[in-house]
């Protein structure tokens, strides 16, 4: 059976276990959850994801939530398969998990509150507007880790090594929305040269360009 991911295309999390899809070139078949009616607050889909948050992957009844956690499942069902995700080698599995760690504790966050500060609130709440003061201080907070980011990419071409992983996945979606919200600078501009590299590469994967035409 082919593995069924219950999300949608547009969806930042749904988004990172499609990069992964088309990066191990694994089929699947993508079953919309209609957020606007509150699907994903229904008894039957707070059966398989008890947190009620797309997305969740449905392999032949075998169920896994958490997007990060379905696309290390991924890589690790089809190891040997598309792209390798996640180095076996010890030492660069360990800077693998470092760049995965460096994302969630000092770049998720602030993408996240910003996307949902200038994107998801007027979609989700109409009328209502960002709030100038977190905007700000998400910015900032984003900016110093981008700081530290260049000195990482200073030395390794990508935040999980030498090679493209999982860790680059899991900031691509966010990353992009930043330029929507006027902040691609961040990610691309001349002030912090490695991290304007780093992006061009990670974002110009043939597995992003696929997934935002879904
Ligand atoms: N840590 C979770 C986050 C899931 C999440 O926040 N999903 C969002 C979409 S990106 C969602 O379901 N939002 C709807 C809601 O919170 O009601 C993951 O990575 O899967």
New binding site residues.
Partial sequence: MVLKLY??AM????Q?VLITLKEKNVEYELVP?D?MKGA??SPEFLEKQP??????LDDDGFIV??????CRYIENKYKGQGTELIPTEVKEAAIFEQGASIELSYYNEAV?VLAYENIFKGMFQPGSSPDAATVKSQTEKLAASLDAYEKVLSKQPYIGGNSFTLADVFHIPYGELLFKQGLGDLLSGDQRPHVKEWWNKISSRSSWQEVKKL
Avoid: W
């Fill in positions: 999300g949608l969806s930042t999390c749904a990172r959850v957020l994903h607050k947190f009620g948050k797309i997305p969740y939530y958490e997007s990060r956690a379905i996240s």
